[in-house]
């Protein structure tokens, strides 16, 4: 196994169950835009994908209405939503370990930034990770960037970096920047080893404290 100095985090799915609020948060943006009100299996399939792409190509919304939806998604998100969260079981005990034998530690995530760290702040996490990556005010940035910006910010090379994540973007992300990959399918996206015969994959996890048989 490659010896990684460096471990990157999605955070939906990943770090921590924020279903609840994304779930509250859609239906609070779908009441105040008249739009049908979508079930828990429908929020399910969207978490982890950029909120515009979501409001644009899924609710079929022009860019002026995406945007709107969007500020309504937020409105709910930064007063309730953020903290209708629960970290997975294990992944705080995970972490210190990890930064206790000196790994770099990073978050990149879809997530507004400022929400990310209200986030790990909630549940007391903060304080690992070296850098927190999320999306910028526009709404452009791609995860690959964002884990671009984050090796930079950690002066680290992408031959010894790694990102754990949930979702089809994560893997996407990774292998757009250069990184190496490692599923979990805890969380929101893949539920099943067999979801990732067409990615390239260091490993695949079904619960936190896994993770670190293959970096400790």
């Known amino acids: 196994m490659k010896k990684y ?28 835009m008249e739009l049908l009100q979508p079930n828990e299996e429908t929020v399910a399939g969207l978490v982890g994908a950029p909120l515009d792409k979501i409001y644009k190509e899924r609710f079929n919304l022009s860019e002026d209405k995406a945007v709107l939806a969007m500020d309504y998604y937020r409105q709910y998100y930064a007063s309730k ?6 970290p997975y079981d294990g992944m705080k005990e995970t972490l210190l370990k990890l930064k206790r ?25 903060l304080q690992y990770f070296n850098v927190v990556i999320g999306m910028d005010e526009k709404d452009i940035l791609t995860k ?9 910010f950690l002066n680290q090379p992408s031959e ?19 990184i190496d990959f490692l599923a979990v399918t805890y969380g929101f996206g ?19 404290k896994e993770l670190l048989d293959y970096l400790i």
Do not use: W
């Not at 939503?81 to 629960?86: A, R, S």
């Open 5 to 32: 100095s460096c471990v990157l985090f999605d955070l939906d799915g990943t770090i921590a169950n924020t279903f609840l609020g994304i779930f509250h948060s859609y239906q609070y943006a779908a009441e105040k």
């Open 81 to 86: 939503g953020v903290l209708e969260i629960e």
């Open 101 to 125: 034998n000196g790994i770099s530690l990073g978050v990149t995530t879809l997530k507004k930034e400022l929400f990310a760290k209200e986030i790990l702040n909630v549940l007391g996490i």
């Open 144 to 152: 690959s960037e964002m884990i671009r910006r984050a090796l930079d």
């Open 160 to 178: 010894t970096a790694l990102l754990v994540g949930d979702s089809i973007y994560d893997a996407l992300g990774a292998k757009e920047s250069g």
């Open 190 to 208: 893949f539920k099943e080893k067999a979801e990732l015969v067409s990615f390239d994959t260091i490993a695949v996890i079904e619960q936190p």
